[in-house]
Every structure is written in structure tokens, then in C-alpha cells.
T-cell receptor, first 115, second 116 residues
Framework: DTGVSQNPRHKITKRGQNVTFRCDPI?????LYWYRQTLGQGPEFLTY????????KSRLLSDRFSAERPKGSFSTLEIQRTEQGDSAMYLC?????????????FGPGTRLTVL | AQSVTQLGSHVSVSEGALVLLRCNYS??????LFWYVQYPNQGLQLLLK??????LVKGINGFEAEFKKSETSFHLTKPSAHMSDAAEYFC??????????????FGQGTILTVHP
């Protein structure tokens, strides 16, 4: 399978702990997006990478959140000092270089539960 | 700023009946519009997209949508519902360029239930 993969699929943590999620995009895709989806809502944009450069961050991405894509391939999203409000599904998507109407391919998501 | 409104958080139809899921958008520039489907515990899958070519767009699984600029709408339809269509559907908009890098703004989603 050559789709977008995300690990772990589920993460349960205690408030105040740090967590890190990984996204492996489709290999030839240079664009990578992170979204957050809470229960009953549509996904909300968090941040965007073009190759290794982080070009846009949402105001939703507080100082406790950091994302990297060090070699322009996989990406990590870290949440420090987790809060219960961070509980959500974190989705990663990738798309090919070119027009912004290129399809974004989504991974299965990482479901975070903060106790 | 862009926004998407999906009218009806839940839609219920009988198998074989018409499916109509409503989406209205707001965009200051010509939009690109998308419909995604999400099955439980899975990521989003693209159904179809409008990219300023034909206003009637055909997608996978028999779905289609019509872009109506005057109504700022992009409603999703399927002539005959199948049990396998039960899922959550999201309408999304991208402004197609500028500094947005193609990021998507989603509606809140519509859960489609199909009764036998």
C-alpha cells in the first residue's frame, strides 16, 4: 500500500505529558498538511509543509505544538504538556507539487485521548 | 476568509432514494470545491472536485455535484442510495492559490444514514 500512513493510530496519555505523532506521505508528494478533527466537526487546518519548509501555521497551533519535516519526507507533530482540550483526531494529508486544487490524500489519522 | 456551511448535520434516506447533501460556501476569490467521504475510523477519501471547468462534476460511486456561482452552492447528489453510502460527508473549499497553499476549509459534515 503506498498511501499516507500515520502512527500511532491511537494514543492515550495523561494531562501534562508530551506526545509525538508521525506521518509518512506518499513518496513523490512534496506538500504535507496537518489537520485536527474534533468530534462532530470537520477537519481544521493546522500547518503546511512544502518539502522541508513549514510555510504556514494556523492560529490553532499554540506554542505547545511543533511540527517538523526534516528531510522533506516524513513529518512529526509534537504536543507538549497535553491538555484535555487536545483530545482529537489528528489527520495528515499529502499532495503532489503543482496546483492547489491537486487532490489531498489523507491518512487514517491518530486519535489522541488526554485523560 | 473562506467558509463552508453544510445544511443538515444528519440526513436519512431509504435505499434507492435520492441523496441530496447541501453545501454553501463563501470565498472572496474563485474557489476550488471538494466533497470528501469519511467512513468510521478511516481517513477522508475524495469523492469529486470542482476546479473551474465543467459546473457539473461527476465523482466516484455514482455521486455528482453542481457548482452554482449565483447561489454559492455545491450540493452533492446521487440518484439512488445504497447501503454502502452510509458515512459522513464533508464539503471543503480551497482558494486555489495566493498564500493558502491549497489548504482546505471544511464544513462541519453531514452524516448520511441509509435505511433498508
Amino acid at each position: 500500500d503506498t498511501g499516507v500512513s500515520q502512527n500511532p493510530r491511537h494514543k492515550i496519555t495523561k494531562r501534562g505529558q508530551n506526545v509525538t505523532f508521525r506521518c509518512d506521505p506518499i513518496s513523490e508528494h512534496n506538500r504535507l498538511y496537518w489537520y485536527r478533527q474534533t468530534l462532530g466537526q470537520g477537519p481544521e487546518f493546522l500547518t503546511y509543509f512544502q518539502n522541508e519548509a513549514q510555510l504556514e501555521k494556523s492560529r490553532l497551533l499554540s506554542d505547545r505544538f511543533s511540527a517538523e519535516r526534516p528531510k522533506g519526507s516524513f513529518s512529526t507533530l509534537e504536543i507538549q504538556r497535553t491538555e484535555q482540550g487536545d483530545s482529537a483526531m489528528y489527520l495528515c494529508a499529502s499532495s503532489a507539487r503543482g496546483s492547489s486544487y491537486n487532490e489531498q490524500f489523507f491518512g487514517p489519522g491518530t486519535r489522541l485521548t488526554v485523560l | 476568509a473562506q467558509s463552508v456551511t453544510q445544511l443538515g448535520s444528519h440526513v436519512s434516506v431509504s435505499e434507492g432514494a435520492l441523496v441530496l447533501l447541501r453545501c454553501n460556501y463563501s470565498s472572496s476569490v474563485p474557489p476550488y470545491l471538494f466533497w470528501y467521504v469519511q467512513y468510521p475510523n478511516q481517513g477522508l477519501q475524495l469523492l469529486l472536485k470542482y476546479t473551474s471547468a465543467a459546473t457539473l462534476v461527476k465523482g466516484i460511486n455514482g455521486f455528482e455535484a453542481e457548482f452554482k456561482k449565483s447561489e454559492t452552492s455545491f450540493h452533492l447528489t446521487k440518484p439512488s442510495a445504497h447501503m454502502s453510502d452510509a458515512a459522513e460527508y464533508f464539503c471543503a473549499v480551497s482558494d486555489g492559490g495566493g498564500t493558502s497553499y491549497g489548504k482546505l476549509t471544511f464544513g462541519q459534515g453531514t452524516i448520511l444514514t441509509v435505511h433498508p
